[in-house]
Every structure is written in C-alpha cells, then in structure tokens.
C-alpha cells in the first residue's frame, strides 16, 4: 500500500462527506424553519455513521448543533 496515496484518498473522500453533510443539514434547517417546523432556537441531535464495504468496520458520531 502507498501510504501517500492512501492518505490524500481518505483526506478527499472526508471533504467530500463533510461538504456535502454541511450542504444537507443547512438545506433542511432552512426549509424547517421556512416550513415552521423549527423557530431557530433549538439544538438538532445529528449522528453521523461511517461503514466501510467488504470491511467489519462501522463508526457512528453522536453530536448536537444548535441553532442558536
């Protein structure tokens, strides 16, 4: 294995999974708070999990973010 190669092909998938998460979770926000689901002055739980094909290897992240 290329340690170099495998290191910049986890460092762009995770770019590409936390643009795209950020992308996801500010267009549903807004569309909450559009629809009134939200009022923009809660914490939203998120979990995130991380699976990898072919691999016994599953990572889930707890966290909060608030809305204010």
Do not use: C, P, Y
């Not at 643009?19 to 939200?38: N, P, W």
């Not at 691999?55 to 608030?66: F, N, P, R, V, Y």
């Amino acid at each position: 294995m290329d340690e170099e190669v495998f290191n910049l092909e986890t460092r762009k998938f995770l770019k590409t999974f936390g643009v795209s998460a950020q992308r996801e979770i500010e267009r549903a926000v807004r569309e909450a708070l559009a629809q009134g689901i939200l009022d923009g002055n809660e914490t939203l739980r998120v979990h995130a999990r991380l699976d990898i094909d072919g691999l016994k290897s599953s990572l889930t992240i707890d966290g909060e973010i608030a809305l204010r």
